[in-house]
């Protein structure tokens, strides 16, 4: 059983409508009270709580990973997060906490990074394990995290067959196997980009311009280096 212990009103709030959303069991305690019997870990908001169970701190900003967390415990699992990523103009990371996935995300390259960092914010002992696969978006998101234990992982295999009504999932699902595998520790990924990745940049520059714009082989390369976007890239060349 999970017990909320708080006199903050905001943390318990945004905890209870988390544990809510999740059909979550859940009972409620005043700090300093003794706990139910049945207590298998507590959610606090700091307070002094005396318990032979885990007590996981929360704030009202990261209710969702704070449950995440009190579920690993109440599974009798450890609480290291893991998070895979497939990358690409769209990865797919998955967010692994206790050996199970806890959340999942498919976001443009510019946020991968970002998504990334809120996940394993606050963790020391994460670890982001980024496949191998496609290079130039893999070493974006790899120098972007500059400051999280990064591993670098074979990715060959890690996409199933997706069955009926599963199109979409691939690039998650992906995600989850790379969590799942041990790979070399990388503090960067210096990525020349061939003549054929420039060719497939300026051809995506022409068919998302409005006006039918190519973009410049020097352009391309910075976008291919993760210096621009597609986007900026786009206007810089309408500008010159």
Do not use: C
């Amino acid at each position: 059983m999970i017990v909320v212990a708080t006199t903050d009103f905001e943390v318990y709030h945004e905890v209870v409508e988390e544990l809510r959303d999740r059909d979550v069991a859940f009972t409620t305690a005043e700090p300093g009270e003794a706990l139910p019997e049945t207590t298998d870990v507590v959610i606090t908001a700091g307070e002094d709580i005396e318990a032979e169970v885990p007590v996981v701190v929360a704030d009202a900003e990261h209710a969702r990973q704070t449950v995440e967390e009190a579920l690993v415990y109440l599974r009798g699992g450890e609480g290291r997060t893991v998070v895979g990523v497939d990358p690409g103009t769209r990865p797919g990371i998955a967010v692994l906490r206790g050996g199970m996935v806890v959340s999942a995300f498919q976001v443009p390259i510019e946020r991968a990074a970002e998504v990334v960092r809120e996940e394993v914010a606050g963790e020391d002992d994460a670890v982001v394990r980024v496949g191998d696969g496609a290079r130039l978006e893999g070493a974006r998101i790899i120098d972007a995290l500059d400051d999280v234990r990064v591993e670098l992982v074979d990715e060959t295999g890690t996409t199933p067959y997706l069955g009926s009504g599963a199109r979409g999932m691939g690039d998650v699902l992906a995600a989850a196997n790379i969590a799942l595998m041990a790979g070399e520790e990388i503090e960067g990924r210096t990525i020349e980009p061939t003549e054929g990745e420039i060719q497939v940049i300026k051809s995506r520059s022409r068919e998302e311009s409005e006006e039918n714009r190519t973009i410049t082989e020097k352009l391309a390369r910075r976008v291919a280096r993760g210096e621009l976007t597609l986007e900026e890239a786009l206007e810089k060349h309408r500008e010159a």
